[in-house]
């Protein structure tokens, strides 16, 4: 893959995908893992991982580990700019007419549908993940993680980051 490639690539996937960086995980890896099979399934698991530890927005954490998993130093940084540069873009013409399209019903209603199509998408994310850690060695241990995550999260309101320290200490089996 060349760097114009990887580029255009990742700049594509991030212009048409809507609903934060959750969203652009299943695209990435219908691309990079299924499609261009330039990452193993479990290694784009272990990107989402990272992503996630880091401080910042997922799509471009994501796109830096893509970038940086396909070519090196160099395409880390041709996937960052492909990711930030339609936000950019699209933030710069979306300001310029956004008092005036607010209250507008077919507007409210796009956003609402967008909405729901993202919930959807990160529902499937979520199935897709869950699905490649039941394959592991220590499924049961994941389970747990994942139950105890969600329940901490959910009913508890507990901070993520004290979710994502206690299940990296319990994957690492510290405790």
Not at 10 to 35: K, R
Not at 147 to 165: A, D, K, M, Q, R
Request: overall charge positive; proline content about 2%; charged content about 10%.
């Amino acid at each position: 893959m060349t760097y114009f490639n990887l580029f255009k690539r990742i700049f594509y996937i991030n212009t048409f995908t809507f609903g934060g960086g959750y969203t652009i995980i299943p695209i990435i890896e219908s691309v990079f893992v299924d499609e261009l099979k330039l990452i193993e399934k479990s290694e784009m698991r272990n990107i989402v991982s990272l992503a996630n530890t880091v401080p910042g927005a997922l799509a471009i954490s994501t796109s830096f580990l893509v970038g940086y998993k396909v070519k090196g130093t160099l395409g880390a940084i041709v996937a960052v700019l492909a990711s930030v540069s339609p936000c950019i873009i699209i933030i710069a013409l979306v300001y310029s007419v956004y008092e005036n399209l607010i209250e507008n019903i077919y507007v409210k209603s796009t956003m609402k549908g967008i909405g729901v199509a993202v919930s959807a998408i990160l529902l499937g994310a979520v199935v897709n993940m869950f699905k490649s850690l039941l394959k592991e060695n220590r499924k049961y241990l994941y389970l747990a993680i994942f139950t105890l995550s969600f329940i901490l999260s959910y009913f508890l309101g507990v901070h993520i980051v004290v979710i994502l320290i206690l299940a990296s200490i319990l994957g690492s089996g510290i405790i």
